[in-house]
């Protein structure tokens, strides 16, 4: 395995800003908690050592006046009293001859590491980890004396050193938590925002986001963007009501048109060439009138009027069908229509789905060039229909726009009946279906492909029986 792979996965959850912040977050923290806490700790510290040193200084002030008052044996004497009260527990007391010998006091013999001379401070490790401070006094005939006392401040250290690194852990662990369920919580609702925009880009009109009862700034953001939608759908709707009366009203003065076109070839029997410009127009007025049927079969469908009439659908056997039908068509081109079908069943109306293999493979014959391929497979949960030509294709910024009604590519690559209708059918057709369909460029050539919901057991459905 590349080590690429990870780093690019790194790099991906990174450039997120939901990620950066979650983390972000809890450092941040930890360094305002860090500032603020290490500077008493360290206030605390000396404040401990300062009145350890405070405390020894006062006792060995005290000793000394004894020692003055009394000489050796009195500071024999006070040190004695102050062993065997054992008042303080953390006070040490020594005082040797000058071999060293211990002569009174609470500690068996002359500590590691203390230094023997006058008036010298110390502070040593002792064997149970703590920390013996003190000073030690050279007192005239030699003798030596040690006064100390076992620090709190290694315990202190210890235990806040303890104390500041939990402290810290749990702080990062729980911003880190929170900050994380509120990145998670605002990603699910962007994700949600996303996912209902794209459903809207799909063609979805009537979708709008959703909106929360909190009424936060993501709701009046949302708001914005469904009034926009709202002017988007009327101004289609619109557009589409414009063109389907259109269609609706041309149709019958066409259909007379094409009578009158009929009767006029039929009685220009002696004059061919007036027979011809006849049959001319009669083809024309065919195309207009599919062109017109289209609009108004689109119209129906966005409308909900002519919904697919459920059955379980063979789309294989439908696709054979299309093949066996179109080429004829194909061969008297010069070209060949092929097919790859799997066994495939959907849930639609056969009709339906016939029209849009028809379409599809009409645009390949009236659009692209050599061999055109049509295959039906099953993927997981869906079936996929797919036509694709050898021809010339599509740039790669057309291929969203072949769905749009009367779309068409530049003259050198449209045919000229064409109106740009026939793929908007086709997608009309599908999403009636729950399907999509999208465009792609086959290198060569345009390929067509169509994902429709699989029937459950590949039969008859349950609920149609």
Known sequence: MSCDAPQRGLRAWFASPFHRFAVAL???????VGALFYPLFLEAEGNISDEVRAAITLEITGLDEHFHERGLKGLREVLQRRVDDAADSDAVYLLTDRDGRPTVGNLSEWPAGVPVSDEAWFSVREADGSTLEGQVFMLFGGDRLLVGRHSPLQS?????SMRLWGSAVLIIVVAAAIGWFFMQHLHRRLETLAREAARIQEGHLAQRLSLSARGDEL???ARRFNRAFDEIERLVDASRHVSSAIAHDMRRPLISLRRAIDEAREAAVADAVLRERLEGLGAQTD???R???ALLSLARIEAGALGPKWQAVDLAALAADAIELYEPLAAAEGRELVGTLAPATVRGDPDLLFQVLQNLIENALKYGAGRMELSVAVQEESVVACVRDHG????EAALP????????LDESRSAPDGAGVGLALVKGIVEAHGGRVAARDAQPGLAVELVLPAS????VDADLV
Do not use: S, Y
Not at 26 to 32: N, Y
Not at 401 to 408: A, G, I, V, Y
């Open 26 to 32: 809890p450092a941040a923290i930890a360094l305002i």
């Open 219 to 221: 709701d009046a953001l």
């Open 401 to 408: 726009k072949l769905f749009e009604r009367f779309f068409r």
């Open 392 to 395: 010339p294709g599509a740039p």
């Open 156 to 160: 202190f250290q210890r235990h806040m």
């Open 456 to 459: 459950r057991g590949g039969g």
């Open 291 to 293: 062109t017109f049927a």
């Open 287 to 289: 195309a207009l009138l």
